[in-house]
């Protein structure tokens, strides 16, 4: 019998090659024999018959001193399941939990091994803004959403949200000078609790004497609740704002909770959370309360542990008392 060369059946399907491989070997039950057959080495019959599958797979080499403890991988893996954290935030958690420094790029390459990487677009980076160049607390960014909007609720949890008659709008600062961001929330989308909200905030941090005496700027965008574009409305809500030393511009135009309670004390969670505990890649992996003090460093966490309230009414803790307890704590 004539047989065609394993080369040449390798060059036309090569899994179907090592199929007659083992076929040959079947029937002659020799290594040496289906290799002479085919015109191949016996050391390549051995290794396809062994072997379990017929798929190729790439060379491992025995001796790997750089790679990483198998141990630290299934570490890697776990808490990319559990936070959804990317390569920068899981460096930052180990660095600061854990104290261990692992390379952003090596947490990639093991993420990606493991199928746990997502597809993001590219996105183009602006000119970075020097906001290092500012004083802390003088300049910030506010911003309305209604909660709604958000794409992580889906039509049957949209109903069960306003059914447990949860506040439909939040609104937020942010101090870009230390990543830090306050806020709160309102049932209506008025000036009145836009205005309550900015009193709140610059209210809480000159109690704290940490304005000294600078002029604050707010940028917002053109939502009503921000003046909008009626002259006579727009000016009105910056003579407000000016009342409470506050120089106002725009911008260019462009989960689960039981009862309202509940809502507010997760809601302030997570403004400690994202001033005091969240590390941030602008800031090298530290947290916003880490930068403030650099600049003060007997500032309390209560300084950016403010907790959010409903702004539709006069400032009151409509949180309940046990969210200020809470608050209270870390005086």
């Given at each position: 019998?004539?047989?065609?060369?394993?080369?040449?059946?390798w060059?036309?399907?090569?899994?179907?090659?090592?199929?007659?491989?083992r076929l040959?070997?079947?029937?002659?039950?020799?290594?040496?024999?289906?290799?002479?057959?085919?015109?191949?080495?016996?050391?390549?019959?051995k290794?396809?018959?062994?072997?379990d599958?017929?798929?190729?797979?790439?060379p491992?080499?025995?001796?790997?001193p750089?790679?990483?403890?198998?141990?630290?991988?299934?570490?890697?893996?776990?808490?990319?399941?559990v936070?959804?954290f990317?390569?920068?935030r899981?460096?930052?958690?180990?660095?600061?939990?854990?104290?261990m420094?692992?390379?952003?790029?090596?947490?990639?390459?093991?993420?990606?091994?493991?199928?746990?990487?997502?597809k993001?677009?590219?996105?183009?980076?602006?000119?970075?803004?020097?906001?290092?160049?500012?004083?802390?607390?003088?300049?910030?960014?506010?911003?309305?959403?209604?909660?709604?909007?958000?794409?992580?609720?889906?039509?049957?949890e949209?109903?069960?949200?306003?059914?447990?008659?949860?506040?439909?709008y939040?609104?937020s600062?942010?101090?870009?000078?230390?990543?830090?961001?306050?806020?709160c929330?309102?049932?209506?989308?008025?000036?009145?609790?836009?205005?309550?909200?900015?009193?709140?905030?610059?209210?809480?941090?000159?109690?704290?004497q940490?304005?000294?005496?600078?002029?604050?700027?707010?940028?917002?965008?053109?939502?009503?609740?921000?003046?909008?574009?009626?002259?006579?409305?727009?000016?009105?809500?910056?003579?407000?704002l000016?009342?409470?030393?506050?120089t106002?511009?725009?911008?260019?135009?462009?989960?689960s909770?039981?009862?309202?309670?509940?809502?507010?004390?997760?809601?302030?969670e997570?403004?400690?959370?994202?001033?005091i505990?969240?590390?941030?890649?602008?800031?090298?992996?530290?947290?916003?309360?880490?930068?403030?003090?650099?600049?003060?460093?007997?500032?309390?966490?209560?300084?950016?542990a403010?907790?959010?309230?409903?702004?539709d009414?006069?400032?009151?803790?409509y949180g309940?008392?046990?969210?200020?307890?809470?608050?209270?704590?870390?005086?």
């Amino acid at each position: 019998m004539e047989y065609l060369t394993y080369k040449e059946l390798w060059a036309v399907n090569p899994r179907a090659a090592r199929a007659l491989l083992r076929l040959d070997y079947q029937k002659t039950g020799s290594f040496s024999q289906t290799a002479r057959n085919f015109k191949t080495d016996r050391h390549i019959v051995k290794k396809w018959v062994l072997r379990d599958n017929l798929e190729s797979q790439k060379p491992i080499p025995r001796n790997q001193p750089n790679r990483l403890d198998r141990q630290k991988e299934r570490l890697i893996i776990k808490i990319r399941d559990v936070s959804g954290f990317g390569p920068k935030r899981i460096h930052y958690y180990l660095k600061r939990q854990l104290g261990m420094i692992i390379g952003k790029s090596t947490i990639a390459k093991y993420l990606k091994k493991h199928g746990k990487t997502k597809k993001r677009l590219k996105r183009i980076q602006p000119k970075a803004f020097d906001w290092k160049s500012l004083p802390i607390f003088s300049t910030s960014q506010a911003d309305t959403k209604e909660i709604l909007d958000q794409p992580v609720f889906a039509k049957e949890e949209q109903g069960l949200y306003l059914a447990k008659g949860l506040p439909p709008y939040q609104f937020s600062i942010f101090f870009p000078r230390i990543e830090a961001k306050f806020i709160c929330f309102s049932y209506e989308n008025t000036k009145k609790a836009a205005l309550n909200f900015f009193e709140y905030v610059f209210d809480h941090l000159k109690n704290h004497q940490v304005l000294e005496g600078e002029k604050v700027f707010v940028q917002t965008d053109w939502g009503p609740e921000n003046g909008g574009f009626q002259t006579n409305s727009l000016k009105e809500f910056d003579k407000s704002l000016a009342d409470l030393h506050i120089t106002h511009w725009h911008s260019r135009k462009r989960s689960s909770f039981r009862n309202l309670k509940d809502f507010m004390i997760k809601a302030w969670e997570w403004v400690y959370y994202y001033n005091i505990d969240r590390s941030h890649d602008t800031l090298k992996g530290g947290t916003p309360y880490e930068e403030l003090l650099k600049y003060f460093p007997k500032a309390p966490k209560s300084l950016l542990a403010l907790p959010p309230i409903i702004l539709d009414d006069t400032i009151t803790l409509y949180g309940g008392s046990e969210v200020y307890g809470q608050y209270t704590a870390f005086q």
